[in-house]
């Protein structure tokens, strides 16, 4: 055993370490038994002009209980023998229309569970989510009208059409193409009962994909489709996660987008392939209005997406009820609001987690790991967080640390907290059998199973490996004695966690995944789950941190995710590459994270695989630090290349980029607090900002953002040998924007490109906006607690700007904060703050560029001129008043 398990291991570190993803791993639409039939069915229903629906609302059935509908659809036609209902419910959460749809199903099955899984809303939705009582309903013998806010539904009973209306306009059709398909249960021998002429009978019971013969499929067919046709709209983004545009493309005759979680090493870019992590979230958005489409499903998922005056988007599901939600309001973010209030915002972050991370597989000891971070030190770079990969745990048997090389972790941890530094390490799902805590997990009954009921066995890092199910209720209090146990003691608050290769990865499984019918807790069938798996991994091991420490907020950082995972993680886009398109493609991709609510992403910093040039590398960080989540990481078998070790220029350029970031945490921290209570993105596609431009540049610009409400403007370098860049945005905009390269405010108004040498972090400010900066140096984010702030002011056209400066002690679940609000006039500086954090909040220097006024005395502080800037040195009090006609300010 021991030796099949080592030659299972080397083989799949041999495929890893000299091949890029291959195709042939993952299933094409085609292949895909559910996919094939559901595009099938389209392509038929589009060739076929006397096609009608088989799917109509029984009007009889059709009641409003409280502010519910319930009714049933069924499905019959002369074409078909048999007869099924479908029930389903229509609700209003806040400003979003929840419809579900279920099967009426009898029991079968003995092992597996008989019902269509309806718990994806469960996991994906926020506790204490309440429906709107103030909609209302309007009922007719034909259709039922939903009406709340500025929406107004119309469902057709026959064949079933649902009609969205936003301030009186049409803007989205649902089943308008008829593309609606409910595979119901069937015994084989019945399949033809259920077959329409328009159906494919492919790999209807059985999977002839190479690694998927095995799949039983007990349930037989059972996928969902439906299509939904948008009026006016072109424009969509979401459904991550791919190596792909940020504007989604038209896959009309090409491979549809795929959801389905698997550890896809050196992914290739330009590709609709799966991923890690999957959110079923698309965002349309026109000059007009701005459209949500959240299909709640976590099974394997396919979207075609058909561009035109009239665009449709298809969505395909391999099982599972029919549920969606759908909002339509007046902007992006305010659709992000609403996505909000149903799934939960993002998790406010502890303040730490927003420094540099530096990470590789692996720091081989604890002196390694002291070494390597007096080294950082030593050249006077920032940083928060030193990692370990899987190498630390004895034998990689996690919750275990490795004897000889992790022999006293206490002090490792004890001297990294001494200058404020934490200390990550992974823990992933696979757990290696023969030790106490795989035997525990197959004792307790708490082991994903085989799909025969017993418990499943696959390969992983360790060799042969036992998988929790974090689906099983009981699985929680076991992880939290695990986590209890394991994080050594209260004392040490600096030992954060990793959850990796979640998706699940099983190396010998089909899809580098588990397979589909295995089953969990419940006796549902893995297929049914899949995409919501690692959610729910991530969230047991938030679970038991708070469990542990319940004044602090748990840091986690997961590959795999779900709509919903911002409420309790972090994300990274995976296995990249040392290559310039990596560097290029991982800015859609946090962009697009930010778009559908998960704003705490980031990407491997260098690439994980290979060894960048130390012109890449300098990039990538400069491009890194407004990453959300900012981490370096590497592979076993990459070079060391800690920003030391690079040698100058390049690593003064690093150091330089890494100490803007921390001269920024509170931006980061004031954008994250606002992304904490409103749902808003933390890095923002330029089209938030112009979405009622006409052109489509602004919608398909994915390489510049603005961060948060700050007014900062970005555009990285992602080009070998640039040396300059040029924004899109200012060319929209009525206000005008001020070069800020470096962090450097200058009094030069941005026209057309500035120099972007190798030393450069182009950015600029917009005019209006406050920035609050903190300048000194320090090795960690808490060591920089008690260092005072600057202010960046930017006079608009008006002579006005605004800003805001969240604070609160960085780390606490429900903190006390101060939020200070800052105006600006040709009067003066005000501050008002609201909160009850007493901390003092100090500023060092205001510098204000743009103002058309002549300041010459200032009610606090030291007035000095440098260049066209007005600079108070040293600012005790606000307000600050502005005084003229005695010149008591120092020439510079």
């Not at 200058?419 to 990550?424: F, I, K, Q, S, V």
């Not at 992974?426 to 525990?440: L, N, Q, R």
């Not at 197959?442 to 994903?448: E, G, H, R, T």
Request: with cysteine.
């Amino acid at each position: 055993m021991q030796l099949h398990q080592n030659l299972v291991f080397a083989i799949f570190i041999l495929a890893n370490a000299c091949f890029a993803v291959k195709d042939y791993l993952f299933k094409s639409c085609e292949q895909n038994g559910f996919c094939h039939r559901n595009r099938h069915y389209a392509n038929e229903v589009k060739l076929d002009s006397s096609f009608k629906s088989p799917y109509n609302i029984i009007p009889e059935s059709v009641s409003v209980k409280g502010s519910v509908v319930k009714g049933i659809v069924v499905k019959e036609s002369p074409h078909i023998s048999a007869r099924v209902e479908f029930p389903f419910e229509i609700d209003v959460i806040g400003d979003s229309f929840h419809f579900k749809l279920d099967e009426n199903r009898e029991p079968h099955q003995q092992i597996v569970n008989h019902r269509r899984y309806n718990e994806t809303s469960k996991w994906a939705f926020a506790e204490g989510v309440e429906i709107n009582k103030d909609a209302k309903f309007d009922k007719s013998k034909s259709s039922i009208d939903v009406s709340y806010g500025n929406n107004k539904v119309s469902i057709q009973f026959n064949p079933v059409k649902l009609s969205f209306f936003y301030k009186n306009k049409e803007v989205l059709v649902i089943n308008d193409k008829q593309f609606l398909n409910i595979e119901p249960y069937r015994l084989e021998e019945h399949n033809g009962d259920h077959l329409l002429p328009q159906e494919s009978s492919f790999n209807m019971f059985s999977d002839d994909f190479a690694d998927s013969k095995n799949d039983k499929l007990p349930l037989g067919p059972e996928s969902i489709g439906l299509d939904f046709s948008l009026k006016g709209f072109n424009n969509f983004y979401g459904i991550p996660e791919h190596a792909d545009s940020l504007l989604l493309k038209d896959t009309n005759g090409k491979e549809p987008y795929r959801l389905y979680n698997v550890d896809i090493f050196e992914y290739e870019t330009d590709s609709r392939l799966p991923m890690y992590g999957s959110i079923p979230l698309i965002m349309a958005v026109n000059a007009g209005a701005a459209l949500g489409i959240f299909w709640v499903n976590g099974a394997d998922t396919y979207i075609d997406i058909t561009k035109g005056k009239e665009s449709t988007i298809h969505w395909m599901s391999e099982n599972g009820v029919l549920e969606f939600v759908i909002i339509v309001e007046d902007t992006p973010e305010q659709v992000n609001k609403e996505y909000g209030k149903l799934t939960g915002n993002t998790q406010l972050p502890i303040l730490s987690s927003l420094g540099y991370h530096q990470c590789r597989w692996n720091y081989n000891d604890v002196k390694d790991v002291l070494e390597v971070s007096s080294k950082f030190d030593e050249f006077e770079i920032p940083y928060d967080t030193i990692w370990l990969d899987i190498e630390y745990a004895d034998e990689k048997k996690y919750f275990t640390w490795d004897p000889e090389k992790f022999a006293d972790p206490g002090h490792m941890l004890k001297e990294l907290n001494r200058t404020g530094r934490n200390l990550a390490v992974i823990i992933d799902p696979h757990i290696k059998t023969g030790y106490e805590v795989s035997d525990a997990i197959i004792s307790k009954d708490l082991a994903m199973k085989n799909n025969e009921n017993n418990v499943y066995y696959g390969h992983c890092w360790p060799g042969e490996s036992v998988w929790i199910d974090t689906l099983n209720p009981k699985s929680q209090s076991f992880w939290n004695d695990l986590h209890k146990t394991f994080m050594i003691s209260d004392e040490y608050k600096n030992l954060k966690l990793w959850n990796d290769m979640n998706e699940p990865s099983v190396f010998n499984g089909p899809e580098t995944s588990a397979p589909k019918d295995n089953i969990h807790h419940g006796q549902w069938e893995h297929r049914s789950i899949h995409n919501v798996y690692g959610l729910t991994y991530h969230e047991a091991t938030f679970n038991s941190l708070l469990n542990r420490l319940p004044s602090q907020r748990p840091f986690i950082l997961t590959r795999s995710y779900f709509a919903g995972s911002q409420r309790t993680a972090a994300m990274w886009t995976g296995d990249n590459m040392s290559k310039w398109d990596y560097l290029k493609i991982s800015i859609p991709m946090v962009l697009t994270s930010n778009i559908v609510g998960m704003p705490f992403a980031g990407a491997d910093v260098g690439g994980f695989f290979g060894n960048p040039s130390s012109e890449l590398l300098t990039r990538w960080y400069q491009a890194g630090i407004w990453y959300p989540f900012f981490r370096a990481h590497a592979h076993i078998d990459s070079r060391r290349r800690e920003p030391y070790l690079i040698g100058d220029p390049y690593t003064s350029y690093i150091r330089d980029a890494i100490k803007l970031r921390y001269k920024l945490l509170p931006v980061f921290y004031t954008s994250f607090y606002e992304a904490s209570k409103t749902g808003a993105p933390v890095l923002k596609p330029v089209f938030y900002e112009y979405q009622d431009s006409d052109d489509a540049k602004i919608y398909n610009t994915e390489d510049e953002f603005f961060v948060g409400n700050s007014g900062i403007l970005v555009k990285p370098v992602t080009d070998e040998g640039a040396k300059t860049v040029s924004f899109v945005a200012p060319n929209y905009d009525k206000e005008h924007f001020y070069e800020f390269t470096n962090g450097i405010i200058s009094d030069t108004i941005y026209t057309n490109g500035i120099k972007a040498e190798l030393s450069d972090v182009p950015m600029l400010l917009k005019s209006g906006y406050i920035v609050p900066l903190k300048n000194r140096y320090r090795r960690s984010t808490r060591l920089m607690k008690y260092d005072p702030y600057t202010l960046i002011i930017a006079l608009n056209r008006n002579g006005k700007a605004t800003g805001q400066l969240y604070t609160d002690d960085g780390e606490s679940i429900d903190p006390e904060f101060k939020l200070i609000s800052f105006a600006v006039d040709k009067h003066g500086i005000a501050a008002n703050s609201t909160g009850s954090y007493d901390f003092p909040v100090e500023f060092e220097k205001i510098i204000m560029v743009g103002a058309d006024f002549v300041v010459d005395t200032v009610s606090s502080g030291k007035l000095v001129k440098e260049s066209n800037k007005i600079v108070i040195k040293n600012p005790r009090e606000f307000p600050i008043k502005f005084g003229r006609g005695s010149r008591k300010h120092d020439e510079l």
